[in-house]
């Protein structure tokens, strides 16, 4: 059984999660916008990994007899001149959520929660592939610069990247 405290700290996870799924969907825009199909499917893909997320928190939540509550998502920015821009933010707020997921896994130590220390595991790992992904996007950016033909062969690198569904998900 989940404790009231760590059920609320769970649910913000939620909204965290869901705030990311909207940020990367903004991008996502964003880059249509500007004609760059292969960033715009990149960011679409993340939208759909950071829906996920949320969608493995809640069934966690169910599956230990809380209750799931959905609130607000705030505003996130809907301009970025530049995909450099765009991943520079994205590894920004992925660091952000590390932060978020290891208070959460230091909170189910203290409160000896053993189970969601358990399901955190795989959320800590993912951590470190979403930023480890963000900066290696930065480094080839930067590397490119203003080359037309490099940014035009990293869009396209870009557009093929599907979406595959976390086996944690399938577990729940």
Request: charged content about 25%.
């Given at each position: 059984m989940?404790?009231?405290?760590?059920?609320?700290?769970?649910?913000?996870?939620?909204?965290?999660?869901m705030?990311?799924?909207?940020?990367?969907?903004?991008?996502?825009?964003?880059f249509?916008d500007?004609?760059m199909?292969g960033?715009a499917?990149?960011?679409r893909i993340?939208?759909?990994e950071?829906q996920?997320?949320?969608?493995?928190?809640m069934?966690?939540?169910?599956q230990?007899?809380?209750?799931v509550?959905?609130k607000?998502?705030?505003?996130v920015?809907?301009?970025?001149?530049?995909p450099?821009?765009?991943?520079?933010d994205?590894?920004?707020?992925?660091?952000?959520?590390?932060?978020?997921?290891?208070?959460?896994?230091?909170m189910?130590?203290?409160?000896?929660?053993?189970a969601?220390?358990?399901?955190?595991?795989?959320f800590?790992?993912?951590?470190?592939?979403?930023?480890d992904?963000?900066?290696?996007?930065?480094?080839?950016?930067?590397?490119?610069g203003?080359?037309g033909?490099?940014?035009?062969?990293?869009?396209q690198?870009?557009?093929?990247?599907?979406?595959?569904?976390?086996?944690?998900?399938?577990?729940?």
């Amino acid at each position: 059984m989940l404790s009231p405290k760590m059920i609320d700290a769970l649910n913000e996870q939620i909204n965290a999660e869901m705030w990311s799924a909207y940020l990367y969907l903004s991008m996502a825009m964003n880059f249509e916008d500007k004609g760059m199909s292969g960033v715009a499917n990149w960011f679409r893909i993340q939208f759909q990994e950071e829906q996920a997320h949320a969608e493995i928190f809640m069934n966690y939540i169910n599956q230990r007899g809380g209750r799931v509550v959905l609130k607000p998502i705030a505003e996130v920015p809907s301009e970025w001149a530049t995909p450099l821009d765009a991943f520079h933010d994205t590894l920004t707020h992925e660091k952000k959520v590390t932060s978020l997921i290891n208070n959460l896994f230091a909170m189910a130590e203290d409160e000896k929660d053993y189970a969601t220390r358990d399901r955190l595991t795989w959320f800590v790992a993912e951590q470190v592939e979403e930023e480890d992904n963000a900066q290696q996007l930065i480094d080839k950016f930067t590397m490119i610069g203003n080359d037309g033909m490099g940014l035009y062969m990293l869009n396209q690198e870009l557009g093929n990247r599907v979406y595959t569904a976390p086996s944690i998900l399938a577990a729940d």
